[in-house]
Structure formats: C-alpha cells, structure tokens
C-alpha cells in the first residue's frame, strides 16, 4: 500500500503487552524508524510502518531475530 508516496507496510505480530511494545520502540528507534504503530487492541496485533526505505522481508526478519512472530498482513 502506498501514500503520499510512502510504503505502508502491514504485518501481523504477537506484540501483545505493554512491555513487549516498549521494546518494540527501543528497537524501531534503533533501527531509525520513526513511523510506526501497532494495534494490540486487534486480534493480529498489526504493526504498521510507514517508510520508503525498508522492505518487507527486512522488518519480518528483525522482529523476527528479537523473538516475535512477524509475517505480512494480507
């Protein structure tokens, strides 16, 4: 999905608790992704990104390497 000319980038996740998001913000921040959100209110727990720079395949195997489950929304 594009807008504005950015990458939206939906993936399904088990980032469920508070502590698990936290965490997610320490790493996005590491990895310089400032746009980012995900609902632990849906039962897929979607991680949106907005970016026009990261690929899938990239953000599924860094959530992946800290231990979550990640794979495309679809």
């Given at each position: 999905?594009e ?6 980038l939906?993936?399904?996740t ?6 698990d998001k936290q ?13 980012w959100t995900v609902d ?6 979607v991680l949106r990104?907005?970016?026009?720079e990261l690929?899938l395949?990239?953000?599924?195997t860094l959530?992946?390497q800290h231990g ?5 929304l679809?």
């Open positions: 999905m807008i504005n000319g950015l990458n939206v939906l993936f399904k088990n980032i469920r608790t508070e502590s965490f997610m913000t320490q790493l996005m921040q590491q990895n310089k992704i400032s746009q632990q209110e849906d039962v897929d727990c990104i907005v970016s026009n690929q395949n990239e953000v599924i959530v992946i979550y489950h990640c794979e495309e679809t």
